[in-house]
């Protein structure tokens, strides 16, 4: 990460919890003029505009007062990570534990020792409950098989939404 944008976390994480929220992430995309610093926060029960809104009016003002970002112009987003948030922190799979998610790993379940079930071991991808976390390592139930991957494995992950449907009270 570039060290400005170290900066620029740092001082995202200071406003968020001024504001009673988390830094979730932070992103930034583009060149020239064209260039977008998204700020994701998150917090117990749930952001709303107005912690957007705050943390982006704290934040914005900081970055300006301390010309943190180099550059020409750029726009500053802030906002949750959604509902299909990505997982890039052991923290963030903590908090979805008992959910299910998408996960992309850099090598196979069986190059890992994951597994020894002949059917899972080339597997890279896929998309299952998250039953813990235990240190660095995450929990999975795939197929039946308890199965342990290590955080440093995880190429890619997000929270995957399931919309539920009530059925309709006759």
């Not at 010309?67 to 112009?73: H, I």
């Not at 069986?110 to 299952?128: I, P, Q, R, V, Y």
């Amino acid at each position: 990460m570039d060290s400005w944008l170290t900066k620029v976390e740092q001082i995202a994480q200071e406003i968020a919890e001024r504001e009673g929220c988390v830094l979730y992430d932070i992103e930034h995309t583009g060149a020239g003029r064209g260039r977008i610093l998204r700020v994701f926060i998150d917090k117990e029960g749930g952001v709303g505009i107005e912690d957007c809104s705050n943390v982006s009016k704290g934040l914005n003002l900081r970055l300006d007062v301390e010309d943190v970002v180099p550059g020409d112009m750029y726009n500053l987003e802030v906002s949750t990570p959604g509902l299909d948030r990505h997982l890039k922190k052991v923290w963030h799979f903590e908090k979805v534990a008992g959910k299910k998610v998408f996960v992309q790993l850099s090598k196979s379940l069986g190059s890992l020792g994951a597994t020894e079930d002949k059917g899972m071991l080339s597997m890279k991808k896929f998309e299952d409950v998250l039953t813990g976390v235990e240190g660095s390592d995450l929990m999975f139930d795939i197929r039946g098989h308890k199965i342990k991957v290590p955080f440093s494995a995880v190429e890619k992950a997000k929270l995957v939404f399931e919309y539920k449907t009530n059925p309709k009270k006759k």
